[in-house]
């Protein structure tokens, strides 16, 4: 490996702010993973050397060479096992990405909750994916004017050589699986927040809501959530909803019609009645208040 590739978290940051995407190669140095604590973007890694990988509520033993989907909204930590861990990653967000014919990353099987996010690499295919790595390392170095289009094509590539792939089945499913289903409901739902638009409502609003994006049983949701934190569900949804309507009722001068709409009720009637129920006092009462 060579020095002129490292670089700092922070350069990578500021570079994924700039441009949506990033792409470095991994130091033969098992220090070099922490760099996937970065968790704003979707990532690819094509990785070689022995590890765990937890994802939501599965843990997967990586040995030999892998290639990984992380989603940024899907909790995962990596712990390295072996001490020479070599490999690429890169980092891109969706808008990047996205073209006006390709559908929401969320819903592919690489990326999607539920989905296979860890494939095996055999040591020719580990041999191909290397060459488009390397290849978006030089492109992204060059002053050509369309090489954001040329890097696209480069991820689409690697996605759709994966998608020919057969998922690794080497999953442990039972290991804290309840505090990862837990931590994945706790991220989506928070990422929902803070609200800034009217126009766009909020779209998980009940625990059947997070289950069917989580592939998951809304009861085995519940009794998942309950376990590890002592309340269930809808108690998590209510009490971030709650929270954020004060929020908006304080600080912003949208009409308590939009702000309902916002918060994903249908008529501001349910949200005066739900509001009161979980407060004791009704929105209008409390924007009083604070004037």
């Known amino acids: 490996m060579h020095n002129n590739n490292i670089r700092s978290v922070s350069a990578f940051n500021n570079d994924l702010k700039l441009k949506g995407f990033n792409v470095f190669q991994i ?170 638009d009217t126009q766009k409502p909020l779209q998980l609003k009940t625990a059947q809501d997070f289950a069917k994006n989580m592939n998951v049983h809304a009861n085995y949701l519940n009794r998942a959530v309950k376990e590890i934190t002592g309340k269930p569900t809808t108690t998590h949804i209510s009490e971030r909803i709650i929270t954020e309507a004060k929020a908006l009722l304080q600080h912003t001068d949208w009409n308590i019609a939009d702000i309902a709409y916002a918060l994903g009720f249908e008529y501001p009637t349910y949200f005066n009645n739900f509001f009161k129920k979980h407060t004791g006092t009704n929105p209008k009462s409390l924007r009083v208040q604070e004037v």
Not at 55 to 83: C, M, R
């Open 27 to 196: 130091e033969s140095d098992a220090n070099a993973t922490r760099i996937y604590s970065r968790k704003d973007f979707y990532k690819i890694c094509l990785t070689t050397g022995k590890s765990i990988i937890h994802y939501a509520d599965k843990s997967f033993d990586a040995q030999g060479t892998v290639l990984f989907f992380g989603n940024p909204h899907i909790p995962y930590s990596w712990e390295t096992v072996s001490t020479s861990y070599i490999g690429y990653t890169c980092l891109f967000s969706e808008a990047f990405l996205k073209s006006e014919r390709s559908e929401s990353l969320q819903n592919s099987p690489l990326f999607k909750i539920g989905g296979t996010p860890i494939l095996n690499i055999t040591e020719q295919q580990r041999d191909f994916l290397s060459t488009i790595f390397i290849k978006m390392i030089e492109e992204q170095q060059t002053d050509y004017v369309y090489k954001d289009d040329l890097i696209r094509n480069y991820i689409n590539l690697i996605i759709h050589e994966a998608l020919k792939l057969q998922p690794s089945e080497n999953f442990d499913q039972h290991r804290n699986a309840s505090s990862r289903i837990t931590a994945v409901f706790l991220e989506l739902l928070e990422r929902q927040f803070p609200i800034e």
